[in-house]
């Protein structure tokens, strides 16, 4: 697979992700999908994300940047949205906008993800909560 070939799949996959279309993601993650050495496998992948959706209603998932080297794509997520309650420990509790980026390592496999390595910039939230930003 390409760099533009998997980069056309994982910008789909993005897209899945926003229309919040969960009967499609199969055609994007593996069914023993792992996130953060945790196996979710396809069904529990869809559940992590329905939660949240459900904690961040506004959730929508911007491209920052985008590298690939097959069989990775590795991007930096950025995202501007209001959580309704606890976020990542944090009382946000919709009480304002916070804005922070997550910076992700994929791997793919006969053009699915099948692991994903995840970190979230939580000290830019800290920083807005406590006024900085």
């Known amino acids: ?33 792992v996130h953060n050495g945790r196996r979710l496998g396809l069904s529990g992948y869809v559940a992590m994300l329905e939660r949240d959706f459900d904690e961040i209603p506004d959730l929508y998932f911007k491209v920052l940047m985008l590298l690939g080297d097959p069989p990775y794509i590795a991007c930096r997520l950025g995202f501007d949205c209001r959580p309704k309650a606890k976020f990542l420990g944090l009382d946000v509790n919709g009480r304002r906008r916070v804005a922070f980026s997550e910076n992700v390592i994929y791997e793919f496999r006969d053009g699915k993800i099948v692991e994903v390595w995840s ?3 939580k000290a830019a939230i800290e920083s807005q909560l406590a006024g900085s930003n």
Request: one cysteine or more; a negative charge; proline letters at 0%.
């Open 119 to 121: 970190v979230i910039d």
């Open 1 to 33: 697979m390409t760099k533009t070939e998997l980069a056309e799949i994982y910008r789909g996959y993005i897209a899945c992700l926003n229309s919040q279309d969960w009967t499609n993601l199969g055609q994007f993650v593996g069914d023993d999908a």
